[in-house]
């Protein structure tokens, strides 16, 4: 018995491994089928995505909650050891801010009332949506998050999205209960925006790194280091003047922009809705528009 | 009955190990640990796992539980379809056809073969996104989840090993 076994053994063997060797040929081809999906129809892709995001969510928020409060008590320890400093330069910093609410509450009424006289047309107003990031990056080449905000609580794809100090990124797919927020810096992301001081226009590339660049800029160029660069509002994605980042190079042609978030340490973010869409429809209808001229 | 039912139930949480470990592995690397000078870890412990079972038993990651694997690591990355399922099915058809060289090595010869193996993954990944995308990417984040994930190692191959001789028989 064990002979027959083992000569059986002996003649299975062969077709084992080519048996082994088949399924990996055979899913292999199946992998260059979803590329060939992916680059096809990539709503397909999308609308999957998004239904693994909806499924993945709750699990994700569930576990990033422990980290964040174990990442907010190695913060407050770090803290705690440059109290005394950080004290001081946020009272000087305080100070210097009080300053620049007086100025801007003054122009705020001067450019009421220069609009006023102008008859300026006001821009659409935006919304707000605040979610949790539950998703960090999955990839090595992938720069996105996973925030808790889906189309059952108004987020929609293309909406910037900010937090405090400026534009982080835009969504790219929506699910039911969860959305994934492309940023910046991935290498997918272009985005127009400003030079703040010269109101030079360009588009930002993300390029997977930290530093983002600054493209299509005119060629007898101005920026230097220290400009800002805000969101111009062109394409009618992103509302305009949302803070991005500022130019930390500026040689041999390349203009490197660092952004102000530090999007690794971000909790929550905002999703602005920015009804620019619902204003352009008339536009495109041909209608003649109403009211004094 | 009952007893060859809860035989049978034993048997198949045993097999389903490896792939619960390396599903869970792909979770750790998608939750936003937001720790102080934690590079993106992405898929560099899942490597770990896909590379562990192929040298050490393939039939309990069988190809087409890395496949899955792959799959979910796409969908739930934001990245391409497809890119990750590629990437983990050419590390461990590499390692499988070079496996006999790792039975009776040393731990660090396999450590070290993990190393290379783990950066010609990176590698692929780059060139893949690169072609698709039309535009090179940062190497950085990369190689920092790359040398966290070649760091982790040592230890999760020890767990590994203790959940084999516990569990796989």
């Given at each position: 018995?064990?002979?027959?076994?083992?000569?059986?053994?002996?003649?299975?063997?062969?077709?084992?491994?080519?048996?082994?060797?088949?399924?990996?040929?055979?899913?292999?081809?199946?992998?260059?089928?979803?590329?060939?999906?992916?680059?096809?129809?990539?709503?397909?892709?999308?609308?999957?995505?998004?239904?693994?995001?909806?499924?993945?969510?709750?699990?994700?928020?569930?576990?990033?909650?422990?980290?964040?409060?174990?990442?907010?008590?190695?913060?407050?320890?770090?803290?705690?050891?440059?109290?005394?400093?950080?004290?001081?330069?946020?009272?000087?910093?305080?100070?210097?801010?009080?300053?620049?609410?007086?100025?801007?509450?003054?122009?705020?009424?001067?450019?009421?009332?220069?609009?006023?006289?102008?008859?300026?047309?006001?821009?659409?107003?935006?919304?707000?949506?605040?979610?949790?990031?539950?998703?960090?990056?999955?990839?090595?080449?992938?720069?996105?998050?996973?925030?808790?905000?889906?189309?059952?609580?108004?987020?929609?794809?293309?909406?910037?999205?900010?937090?405090?100090?400026?534009?982080?990124?835009?969504?790219?797919?929506?699910?039911?209960?969860?959305?994934?927020?492309?940023?910046?810096?991935?290498?997918?992301?272009?985005?127009?925006?400003?030079?703040?001081?010269?109101?030079?226009?360009?588009?930002?590339?993300?390029?997977?790194?930290?530093?983002?660049?600054?493209?299509?800029?005119?060629?007898?160029?101005?920026?230097?280091?220290?400009?800002?660069?805000?969101?111009?509002?062109?394409?009618?994605?992103?509302?305009?003047?949302?803070?991005?980042?500022?130019?930390?190079?500026?040689?041999?042609?390349?203009?490197?922009?660092?952004?102000?978030?530090?999007?690794?340490?971000?909790?929550?973010?905002?999703?602005?809705?920015?009804?620019?869409?619902?204003?352009?429809?008339?536009?495109?209808?041909?209608?003649?528009?109403?009211?004094?001229? | 009955?009952?007893?060859?039912?809860?035989?049978?139930?034993?048997?198949?949480?045993?097999?389903?190990?490896?792939?619960?470990?390396?599903?869970?592995?792909?979770?750790?690397?998608?939750?936003?640990?937001?720790?102080?000078?934690?590079?993106?870890?992405?898929?560099?412990?899942?490597?770990?796992?896909v590379?562990?079972?192929?040298?050490?038993?393939?039939?309990?990651?069988?190809?087409?539980?890395?496949?899955?694997?792959?799959?979910?690591?796409?969908?739930?990355?934001?990245?391409?379809?497809?890119?990750?399922?590629?990437?983990l099915?050419a590390v461990y058809?590499g390692t499988?056809?070079?496996?006999?060289?790792?039975?009776?090595?040393?731990?660090?010869?396999?450590?070290?073969?993990?190393?290379?193996a783990?950066?010609?993954a990176?590698?692929?990944?780059?060139?893949?996104?690169?072609?698709?995308?039309?535009?090179?990417?940062?190497?950085?984040?990369?190689?920092?989840?790359?040398?966290?994930?070649?760091?982790?190692?040592?230890?999760?191959?020890?767990?590994?090993?203790?959940?084999?001789?516990?569990?796989?028989?």
């Amino acid at each position: 018995m064990k002979q027959r076994v083992g000569s059986l053994a002996w003649f299975i063997a062969p077709f084992r491994a080519w048996n082994q060797r088949m399924t990996l040929v055979l899913l292999g081809a199946a992998a260059i089928g979803l590329l060939t999906i992916e680059k096809t129809s990539p709503e397909l892709a999308e609308r999957a995505r998004g239904a693994a995001a909806d499924v993945m969510a709750p699990i994700l928020d569930l576990l990033s909650r422990p980290s964040a409060s174990a990442a907010q008590a190695i913060d407050s320890v770090r803290e705690l050891g440059r109290l005394r400093e950080e004290n001081a330069r946020l009272k000087a910093e305080q100070a210097r801010l009080l300053q620049w609410q007086t100025v801007a509450r003054r122009l705020d009424q001067e450019n009421q009332g220069l609009r006023d006289l102008l008859k300026l047309v006001p821009d659409p107003k935006a919304r707000f949506l605040t979610a949790r990031v539950v998703g960090g990056s999955g990839g090595a080449f992938v720069r996105s998050i996973l925030v808790a905000a889906g189309s059952r609580d108004g987020a929609r794809k293309n909406q910037a999205v900010i937090t405090g100090e400026g534009l982080i990124g835009r969504v790219s797919e929506v699910g039911e209960r969860a959305a994934r927020v492309l940023l910046l810096s991935d290498i997918n992301s272009h985005v127009p925006v400003f030079v703040e001081r010269t109101r030079e226009r360009a588009v930002l590339f993300g390029d997977n790194s930290t530093r983002m660049e600054l493209r299509y800029l005119p060629s007898d160029i101005t920026a230097r280091v220290g400009d800002r660069i805000v969101t111009s509002g062109h394409g009618g994605t992103f509302p305009p003047g949302l803070p991005v980042g500022v130019i930390t190079a500026a040689e041999n042609g390349r203009v490197e922009v660092q952004p102000f978030v530090d999007w690794e340490q971000v909790e929550y973010v905002r999703l602005v809705d920015y009804e620019l869409s619902g204003l352009l429809l008339p536009l495109a209808g041909q209608e003649q528009p109403k009211g004094p001229r | 009955m009952t007893h060859v039912f809860w035989q049978r139930l034993d048997l198949i949480a045993r097999n389903v190990t490896p792939f619960a470990f390396t599903v869970l592995l792909l979770i750790v690397g998608l939750v936003p640990w937001r720790l102080p000078y934690l590079p993106p870890i992405g898929i560099s412990l899942v490597l770990v796992s896909v590379y562990y079972w192929a040298v050490h038993r393939p039939s309990a990651l069988p190809a087409p539980a890395v496949f899955i694997v792959g799959l979910l690591a796409d969908l739930l990355s934001g990245g391409l379809l497809g890119i990750n399922v590629l990437v983990l099915l050419a590390v461990y058809a590499g390692t499988v056809a070079f496996r006999r060289w790792f039975i009776g090595a040393a731990f660090a010869v396999v450590w070290w073969s993990f190393a290379i193996a783990s950066s010609l993954a990176l590698m692929l990944a780059w060139a893949m996104t690169w072609f698709l995308a039309g535009a090179a990417a940062d190497f950085a984040p990369g190689i920092s989840g790359t040398l966290f994930g070649i760091a982790a190692y040592p230890l999760l191959a020890t767990f590994f090993a203790r959940a084999q001789r516990t569990l796989l028989r």
